[in-house]
C-alpha cells in the first residue's frame, strides 16, 4: 500500500494495530498510534478500543488502564466499549475489586451501559461465585429497561449449578421461563444437567434428560459430554452403551445439531452421530462398543461417525483400528466424502503410511471426489517428512494440473521439502514467486526457511532472510528467533546468541517455553550451568512452567561438568517440590555421570534406584551401562548387568 503511493486512512491503521496486537508487539502497536497524529491521521476511540482488547487479551491490564488514561492526550474519550474490555480484562485476571470500582466509575459518569457490560459484569460475579449479586443486577437491568437475553440467564443458571445449588437454578430457570419471552435451550440444559451429574447423581440427571428430550431439545457434543462422563462414572464402560439403548429404545435417533438450539434427529438432517464425542474425549474403544452396539439394533451409522471414529483412532495412536473402519465404511456402502478422505490420508501421513495415503488418494480421484489444496498440502508435507523430494514434486505436479491453485499452507509445505533436501535457492526462489502468485508468503512460511537453513549450519543466510521479513510483508515472531537462537548455539556462536537474546529483551517479545529450554541448552552446551539456573529461576519468577526438558538440560550440564552431587540433588529437590518426576532422561545423564565421573558401584546403586521407581532402561541407558561394565569388568562386563537385573526380576 504505502510502495503503491496509497495513504493509509484510520481503518488501515486500527486493522494495522490489531495484528501488531494479535502478535504480542505492543510496543509497535503503541508507536503506531503515537505515528498516526504525526501523519496527519489521528487514533479514534475504535483504535484505543483495539489496543485496549489486545491488551486486555494477554492479561496486561495495567497497560490497559495507562492507555485509557492516555486517550485524552490524543482527543479521544472512552466509550461503553472501552470500560467493557477493561471489565473482561479484569475480570479474567480475577482483580475483581478493581473491575467492580472501574462499574462504579461508569456508574459515577452516567454512561449508557449496553447488554455486553451487563454480560461481562455478570460474567465476573458468577465466576467469582457471587450469584446472588449476579440476581441483583438481573433485577436492576429489568427495572432499567435493559432487556437480558440467553446469556445472561445461562451465566446466572450455571452459578448456582457450579454452587451446588441445583434446586434454586431450575427454579430460576423455570421462573424466567415462565414470566419472559425466553424458554431454556440447550446451554441451559446442559448446565442443569452437569449440576444434577455433579450434585445430585445420576438417576436424577436421566429425568431431566427425557424432560429436555420430551420439549424438542437434543444433546449437543457439551451437552453429550457430560452425560458420558456421568453415565461412566456410575456406570463404568458399559455407562455409553446404556445412552444409546435408553434413546434407541425411546425411538430417537442420535444426532449432533450444527445449531446448539435447532431440533434434530429428523430424517432429512444429516448430521453426525452423537459417537464423535466419545472419540473425541479419547474413549476410541468406547466408540467402538457403541458403534457395535447400533449395528447389532439396526441403527446405521452415517458417514459423519465414521469420519470422527476414524480421526479419533488416529489420535490415540491406533492405526489398524482406523484402517478397519475405513474398510467397514465401505463394506456397509457408505460414500465416503472428502472429510473422511482428508482425514484418513492425513492419519496415514502422520504415521509415515505415504504408500497407504497415495492409494487412498488415487481412490478418491476414481470416485470422482477431487481432491481440495488441503490434501495436496497434507500429502506434499507427509512426502517431506518422509524426505522424498519426487513423490512431493510429483504430487504439486498434479495439484497444478488438476487446476487446483496453491495456498499458502502447500506453498509452505513445499518449501520444507526443498529445505530438507538442501535445495535453499530454489526454496527462496519459491518463496519470491508466490508474491508475483499472488499468494504472498507469511512468518510461518520464512520460520520454515529460517529453520532450514539452521538446521545445515546457514546461519549467516538465516541472518538475512530475518532482514529480508519486511519486504514481504511479514513480521519476525517468538519462532522466528527460536530457530536463529537454535542454529546460532548449534554452530557454537554463543556472543551472537546472547546478543540476539539481548534483542528479543529489547522488543519486549513474549519469550515461550521453547525459546527458554533453546536458550538453556546454548548455556548447558557452554558449560554454563549456574547461568542455566538462574534462568530457570527467572522463569518461574516471570510464571514460565519449566518442563521435563527444562530440568534435563539443568541435570545433565551438571554431569558434564563432573558435579554429579549438585546434579542429584537438584532432581531431588525439584521432583520433591513441583509436579515432575525425573524420568528416564534424567536417570541416563546422571548413570553417565555416575559412571565417568564416580565409577561402576555408585551407578548400579543407581540403577537399582531407577529400576525400583518403576522407569527401565532403554538403548540411550542400555548403551552407558555397557561402555561403563565393559571398561570396568572386561568383556564379561555386560553379562553381569543382565544377571544382576534378570536376578532382581
Known sequence: MMTNGCRPNVVAYTCMVDVLCRNTLFNQAYRLIEKMSTEGCPPNTVTFNTFIKGLCSNGKVDSALKVLDEMGRFGCLPNTTSYNELLYGLFKVNRYREAFGLVREINNKEMELNLVTYNTILHGLCHAGLPEKAMQLVGKMLIGGANPDAITYNLVIYAYCKLGRIETAIEFSERIGASKNWHPDIITYTSLLWGLCNWKGLDEAVVYLHKMISEGIWPNTATWNVLVRCFFNTLGHMGPIYIVDDIIGNGRELGTPEDGNSFYGQPEDDSSTNIPSLSDMGYVNMSLAVLAQMFKRGCSPNVHTFSSLIKGCFREGSLHEAVYLWNQMVHEGIKPNIVVYSTLIHGLCSNGNMDEALSVYYQMEKNGCSPNVAIYSTLIDGFAKAGNLFGASETWNNMMTNGCRPNVVAYTC??????????????????????????????????????????????????????????????????????????????????????LVREINNKEMELNLVTYNTILHGLCHAGLPEKAMQLVGKMLIGGANPDAITYNLVIYAYCKLGRIETAIEFSERIGASKNWHPDIITYTSLLWGLCNWKGLDEAVVYLHKMISEGIWPNTATWNVLVRCFFNTLGHMGPIYIVDDIIGNG
Open 414 to 499: 513445499m518449501v520444507d521439502v526443498l529445505c530438507r533436501n538442501t535445495l535453499f535457492n530454489q526454496a527462496y526462489r519459491l518463496i519470491e514467486k508466490m508474491s508475483t502468485e499472488g499468494c504472498p508468503p507469511n512468518t510461518v512460511t520464512f520460520n520454515t526457511f529460517i529453520k532450514g537453513l539452521c538446521s545445515n549450519g546457514k546461519v549467516d543466510s538465516a541472518l538475512k532472510v530475518l532482514d529480508e521479513m519486511g519486504r514481504f510483508g511479514c513480521l519476525p515472531n517468538t519462532t522466528s528467533y527460536n530457530e536463529l537462537l537454535y542454529g546460532l548455539f548449534k554452530v557454537n556462536r554463543y556472543r551472537e546468541a546472547f546478543g
